[in-house]
């Protein structure tokens, strides 16, 4: 559930948060008419995600990685043609449209449709991809990772609703356009950064070297560099300028500055103020809410869980030997043994809750490989995908349950055949 929690809300935030505000601010300028261009947009760019998105799940072909080239190199293009435009046809609300109106409205669903296109059919194909351990879609590992994917999204539509209602109500409109702007540029920068070092290892006609080295491309590959080290970075600009816009409305309905005739008017123009300054609360908070998804909820979810080391056995011939008295607190209890190719087989043991008997297998299993097996709170953990396994069934073959090992109790131990272990050899390849 947290990693498509996470997920969701990095791939979109950014496109959310200025697509909304292009919304606003054409709709600001130019009324209905600029809003329909830029809806007209939006919904063209969706069809197109969902096509794609069809495409990509039906095929076995993989699509190219260019296409994301030419995406940041169409939003630079983009980017720079709004801002100009901006500056000479977006100075006044509310304006006659007219054909430079028509052309900047275009540009801006241009522009709102390259962010879509780049992070929305990823999203919608996470869905049909989800592990769920072989237990198809009416299980409940499924419902875990959908409930985590549901939730970003209806936490970025609440988002998008209240940033909306943020940016009516913010004056002059210049400011929301040169905020807008401001968030604009800066992923201008990053586009570039991911664009252009890869665009020029694919341009030999211009002679220069295909390996990147720093040396060769200067200032342009310090940027490549620092974009790829720091894409959050960009994400939290753009919800950066949304509080910076939440806390200009919330100063600006902080007291009623419109004219009004009687007290009921007053009562009136108070209560505007106050739901504008909840809106804005709203936003700040829902900003506050994605900082710790993307910081601390991810962190939690991408943590790397050391395996207990291993403990100690007896060999006896071509067997392995354990005492029971070792492994019957009903804590997980992890075993190695190096084989003559230099690989480390692991196994793990577990007393079964309430039982005699003993969950055991090799610490891997058919679906997540050789991760291995934690111990939480007393649950047995799949390491890669943070299942928590039935004890009572780990010996047992299927789903994300370890490889079974065979063994047997005898004289007070658990014995264990040399060639059984030999036989998990090609699991720890």
């Known amino acids: 559930m947290l990693k498509y929690l996470w997920t969701v809300t990095e791939d979109l935030l950014l496109a959310v948060t200025y697509v909304t505000w292009m919304h606003i601010v054409l709709g600001r300028l130019y009324g209905r008419l600029g809003r329909r261009i830029h809806g007209a947009g939006i919904g063209l760019s969706v069809l197109a995600c969902v096509a794609f998105a069809i495409v990509k799940n039906n095929t076995n072909k993989i699509i190219s990685s260019r296409w994301n080239h030419y995406i940041f190199a169409a939003y630079i293009v983009l980017a720079a043609l709004f801002l100009l435009l901006s500056l000479i046809f977006g100075r006044r609300e509310k304006a006659r449209f007219h054909a430079g109106g028509a052309v900047l409205s275009a540009v801006g669903s241009a522009l709102s449709a390259v962010l879509i296109f780049y992070t929305l059919p990823k999203v919608m194909l996470y869905p049909f991809n989800f592990n769920t351990m072989g237990n198809g879609y009416l299980s409940s590992y499924y419902g875990v990772r959908l409930a985590g994917w549901t939730l970003a999204l209806l936490l970025l539509l609440v ?3 209240r940033l909306a209602c943020c940016a009516e109500t913010v004056q002059p409109c210049g400011l929301l356009a040169g905020l807008m702007n401001l968030g604009a540029i800066s992923y201008a920068v990053f586009c570039f950064g991911r664009f252009f070092i890869p665009w020029v290892n694919r341009a030999k006609w211009l002679k220069w070297p295909v390996k990147y080295t720093k040396e060769a491309y200067g200032w342009a590959g310090s940027i490549m560099s620092f974009t790829g080290r720091n894409i959050q970075l960009f994400i939290f600009i753009a919800a950066g300028l949304a509080v910076v816009l ?7 309905n902080t007291r009623v500055k419109d004219p009004y005739d009687n007290p009921a008017q007053l009562r009136k123009l108070r209560a505007r103020n106050r739901r504008s300054r909840r809106t804005a609360v709203i936003v700040a908070v829902a900003v506050a809410l994605f900082a710790v998804i993307l910081t ?22 071509d067997e392995i030997l354990i005492p029971l008295d070792a492994v019957n607190d009903g804590h997980l209890h992890r075993y190695e043994y190096r084989t003559e190719k230099n690989i480390d087989v692991r196994w793990i043991v577990v007393r079964k809750p309430g039982s005699a008997s003993y969950g055991v297998g090799l610490d891997a299993c058919e679906v997540c490989g050789n991760a291995g097996y934690s111990e939480r709170n007393g649950q047995v953990i799949c390491k890669r995908c943070d299942v928590v396994m039935n004890i009572n069934t780990i010996g047992f073959k299927g789903g994300c349950n370890p490889i079974p090992l065979a063994y047997e109790v005898k004289d007070g131990n658990l014995v264990f055949r040399m060639e059984d272990i030999l036989a ?3 699991e720890f390849r």
């Open 159 to 161: 988002y998008a609703r």
């Open 246 to 252: 939440a806390a200009i409305v919330f100063i600006q």
């Open 296 to 317: 601390w909820v991810k962190a939690y979810d991408t943590r790397v869980i050391e395996l207990s080391a291993p403990e100690t056995y007896t060999v006896s011939g």
């Open 424 to 426: 998990g050899e090609k």
